[in-house]
């Protein structure tokens, strides 16, 4: 092979080379260019995607937010409806204290009760609770006596033998110690707690603010306890779009 074949071959050699890297640095060019806009359509779709879900899920906690306040303030409504006057321990801005018997247990005595027993013949006494409180009432006076056991079908045990004596068909009844407080945390959080003979429970949570105020039959600020007439609970949360405010009317 002589010097001019050998020059002529690796020209040749070149120019194919340089039409091969020319055509493979286009197509790499344009596969560079289609992968950054794929990914900048992706991302700004996902973006979007993220954006949509927080968004919804904002949408979900309001919602469910608004269900526990609605919830929690019909829970409050009814058992505060079953407050008396009377019955009101203790009506302060952070706390609404008071005797009820929110479970609607009553029967009555089917047989006399004397001074010294402590098992009572009643109607049903079915679903009492062991440490609950009981309210004995005949046509004088009542008695408040603790159930040393749970009740059965036709007779309740007391912890203490009465003191007084009643009639058959005087009233027995259930009385619950009912307290809804306020708990602000470490945050400032404000929740709503619910306690029933000293079990507490989160009524509802999350809130900005909450007060009660009481008030009397002239609608004026009561000044104690046994003057009130109606209980309105205030709340501010930041998942509402206004206050909301519930106004009830204690029983006579």
Known sequence: ?????????????RRSSSLVFDKRGVCLTELMVSLTA????????????????????KQHNDLRHQQDLRLGLEVF??????????????????????????????????GAVVPGQSVIAVQDGSGWSEGKTVIICGHQACEAHRLSRS??????????PVALSFLAGASVEMSNRVDYYTKRDETG???????????????????????FSYW???????????LVKRVVLEIESNHSLHRMMREISLRS
């Open 189 to 211: 959080t404000v929740k709503l707690m619910r306690m029933v003979d000293g079990g507490a429970n989160v009524l509802i949570g999350d809130l900005d603010n909450l007060h």
């Open 38 to 57: 794929g990914a900048i359509v992706l991302a700004a779709a996902l973006n979007a995607l993220n954006v949509a879900q927080a968004h919804v899920g």
């Open 77 to 110: 409504e009814q058992e505060a409806r079953l407050a008396v006057a009377d019955s009101i321990l203790s009506a302060t801005p952070d706390e609404f204290q008071f005797h009820a018997n929110i479970s609607a247990h009553r029967t009555v005595t089917t």
């Open 1 to 13: 092979m002589n010097q001019g074949n050998v020059t002529r071959s690796d020209q040749q050699h």
């Open 151 to 160: 009740g059965q079908h036709y007779q309740l045990t007391l912890t203490e």
């Open 216 to 226: 009397d039959e002239h609608g004026q600020v009561a000044q104690q306890p046994s």
